[in-house]
Each structure stands twice: as structure tokens, then as C-alpha cells.
């Protein structure tokens, strides 16, 4: 599924409360569009999201999903409506020093 076919479903679907770096500020919230970086912590009460790869009966499409009190996300880590979690997932600042190599916690801009 494109993750533009459910943005009327998202509560903040273009990322406007700062929740990511700006080189994640793009449809995908990552630098990459093959590979996502978020901290897996829901953003209600600090539980850990499941990943539900056929979706939920609900949510007929792959997210993250918060067992706990029901909070789902999108595969770019955006929050839907009506759920506990206020914000979408935190990207953390991160970059890539080679094609398999990923560091997380700096980019270029802090290290």
C-alpha cells in the first residue's frame, strides 16, 4: 500500500509537530525510502508497537501496533486518529557510512 492512500486517516499525516530530523521530513520519514529508522516506543505511554505485517481487522494494511492501549501507526511511523498516541514515532538522528553500515544517535549535522 502507498503510504499517501490512507493520509486522511492519519492524524498529523505531513509530520507538522517536529518529530524527526529534516532530512526525514519527506513522504516516508527517512532518508531512505527502503529502509525506516524510528525509536520503537509508542509515543502514548512509552510501550513498544508491534509489527502487523497484514494489518489489523480495522486496518487492512501493514503497521506498528501498540498492544497495550491500541495505538497504530503507519509504515512511516505516522500515528492514525482516534488512538491514545498524541504524536507520530520519533526519528531519531541517524546516517549512513556506507551502504550496509547505519549509525544511529548522529548525522552530519551533530557529529
Do not use: W
Not at 529508522?37 to 508491534?50: F, K, Q, S
Request: proline residues 8%; negative net charge; aromatic residues 8%.
Amino acid at each position: 500500500m502507498a503510504l499517501e492512500e490512507h493520509s486522511g486517516e492519519l492524524r498529523d499525516p505531513d509530520s507538522d509537530v517536529n518529530q524527526q530530523p529534516d532530512y526525514a521530513r519527506n513522504a516516508v520519514r527517512s532518508i531512505r525510502d527502503d529502509i525506516f529508522v524510528a525509536v520503537g516506543i509508542c509515543t502514548h505511554l512509552g510501550c513498544v508497537p508491534n509489527y502487523e505485517p497484514d494489518g489489523r481487522a480495522e486496518v487492512k494494511h501493514a503497521l506498528f501496533f501498540c498492544p497495550c492501549h491500541g495505538s497504530k501507526f503507519d509504515l512511516a511511523g505516522r500515528v492514525f486518529k482516534g488512538v491514545p498516541a498524541p504524536t507520530n514515532l520519533i526519528i531519531p538522528p541517524h546516517q549512513y557510512l556506507g551502504n550496509n553500515v547505519l549509525e544511529i544517535g548522529s548525522d552530519a549535522t551533530t557529529s
